[in-house]
C-alpha cells in the first residue's frame, strides 16, 4: 500500500515525504558516486528538482565515519527536497553503527545498496555482491530494521549473475517491511549498459508491499510514462539521463499534469554547462583537472547537443577552460540548432566511462 504524506494527512515516521505535486509518480535521482554532491544537487534543483534525493554511499568498514563531503549534502541540503542516506557495506555491528550516526542528522530515511557491480566491491560481498547471499540480506535487513524507526530503504538490482534469488530476496524486502525499493532492473554482471529487464520490475512490483522506483535507462518523460504503464512502478529513480537533461523532472511533472512538456533550448543548456563548471570548482584542482572533472559530466549532455557527436569529440580534446567553454558556445549558442535533443542521438554514448 502506497503511503505517501500530503498535507491532509500529518506524516507519520513511516510515511514516504510527499511529492511536489501530490498524487504524482515519484520522481528520485539515483545516487552516483562522484557525481550526487552538494553542488550537483543544487545545481539539478535550479533545473528542476526530483522528488527525493539520495546520497551517494557511505562506505562501512571497521574504521570507517561518515564522510565529510557526502554528509554535506545531507546537513547543507538547500534544494528544498529530501535527501535519504545511502550506504554500503557487510558487517552487520558496522552498519549498526554508521546508521545510527546517519540517524543523528537530517535524512529522509536511510537507504542500503545491493547493486555496485565495482567487483572491488562485490568480492567483499558488499553492493551486488550480497544478492548471492540472500540469509546475510535477511541478518542485515532484519539488524537494521530493528533500529531505523523512521524510513528505512532499498536500491539493488534483480540478481547477482542471474536472477536465482530474485524472489527469496523479495519475499526478505516483505519480511523486513522495508519502506521503499528502488529496483536496476539488471543483474550485476550486466552492469550498466544490456537492455533493462523491464518484466523483473513489473515482477517485483506485484510481489512485494511497499513502493518500487523503476530504474535504468529512464531517458524522457515519455519513457517514464511507458515504464510505468508497463511495471505499475509508484515512480521512477534517473541517473545518467538526468546528468544530461536536469529538466527531466519537470518535464515528467508537466507530462503527468497533461500539460505539454517543456522544450529545451541548447542556449539553457550552455548555462547549465557554466553553472556546473563554476558549482563544481574547487580550489585545490588545477585547470586542467577542473576541464576533465567537467568531461565526465558532458559525456553525457554531449549525447543530446548534436547527432553527429561533434561537439562530443571536441570536447574530450579541450584541455583549458577558456577552450572548453569556446566549444560549448560554438554548439550550443553559434549553431542553427534550437533545442536539445529529449533522448541522447542515436549512437552517441557516453564515452571514456565514469560509470563505477
Ligand atoms: C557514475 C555512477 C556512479 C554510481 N554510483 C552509485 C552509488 O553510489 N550508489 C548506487 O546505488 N548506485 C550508483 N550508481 C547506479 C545508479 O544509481 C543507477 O542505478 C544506474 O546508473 C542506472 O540508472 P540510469 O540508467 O538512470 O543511470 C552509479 C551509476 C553511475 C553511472
Not at 265 to 289: A, D, F, G, I, T
Amino acid at each position: 500500500m502506497l503511503k505517501i504524506n500530503d498535507s491532509s494527512n500529518p506524516r507519520s515516521e513511516r510515511s514516504l515525504p510527499a511529492t511536489i505535486i501530490p498524487g504524482q509518480p515519484i520522481t528520485a535521482l539515483a545516487p552516483m558516486q562522484d557525481v550526487t554532491d552538494l553542488p550537483f544537487m543544487a545545481v539539478i534543483a535550479e533545473c528542476s528538482a526530483p522528488d527525493y534525493f539520495v546520497t551517494e554511499y557511505f562506505r562501512v568498514h571497521v574504521q570507517s565515519k561518515l564522510e565529510k563531503f557526502i554528509l554535506s549534502s545531507i546537513t547543507e541540503n538547500k534544494t528544498g527536497r529530501p535527501v535519504f542516506a545511502q550506504m554500503i557495506g557487510e558487517d552487520v555491528y558496522h552498519l549498526k553503527r554508521t546508521t545510527k550516526d546517519l540517524l543523528e542528522h537530517p535524512v529522509a530515511g536511510v537507504d542500503l545498496n545491493m547493486g555496485c557491480p565495482a567487483p572491488t566491491v562485490y568480492k567483499k560481498a558488499c553492493g551486488g555482491g550480497l544478492l548471492r547471499d540472500p540469509a546475510k540480506i535477511d541478518e542485515i535487513l532484519g539488524e537494521l530494521r530493528a533500529i531505523i524507526p523512521g524510513l528505512f530503504t532499498v536500491k539493488m538490482r534483480i540478481g547477482f549473475q542471474d536472477t536465482e534469488n530474485f524472489d527469496t530476496i523479495l519475499q526478505l524486502i516483505n519480511k523486513h517491511d522495508i519502506d521503499l525499493l528502488s529496483l536496476h532492473g539488471r543483474t550485476v554482471k550486466e552492469m550498466y549498459r544490456s537492455e533493462v529487464h523491464y518484466d523483473c520490475i513489473k515482477h517485483a512490483v506485484e510481489s512485494v508491499k511497499c513502493p518500487v522506483l523503476a530504474n535504468g535507462d529512464v531517458k524522457s518523460a515519455r519513457r517514464s510514462r511507458e515504464i510505468l504503464n508497463y511495471t505499475g512502478a509508484a515512480g521512477v529513480m534517473i541517473g545518467r539521463h538526468a546528468i544530461r537533461n536536469p529538466w527531466i523532472f519537470k518535464q515528467i511533472r508537466e507530462l503527468e499534469s497533461g500539460k505539454e512538456i517543456s522544450k529545451i533550448r541548447l542556449q539553457e543548456v550552455n548555462e547549465y554547462v557554466k553553472r556546473l563548471y563554476e558549482m563544481v570548482s574547487r580550489p585545490h584542482l588545477s585547470e586542467k583537472q577542473q576541464v576533465n572533472k567537467m568531461k565526465k559530466y558532458l559525456n553525457f549532455v554531449g549525447q543530446g547537443v548534436d547527432p553527429d557527436g561533434k561537439f562530443l569529440y571536441e570536447m574530450r580534446r579541450s584541455q583549458d577552460k577558456q577552450t572548453l567553454f569556446d566549444i560549448c558556445d560554438r554548439h550550443m549558442l553559434d549553431t542553427e540548432r534550437e533545442f536539445f535533443a529529449d533522448e541522447p542521438y542515436e549512437g552517441l554514448v557516453a564515452r571514456p566511462s565514469c560509470e563505477k
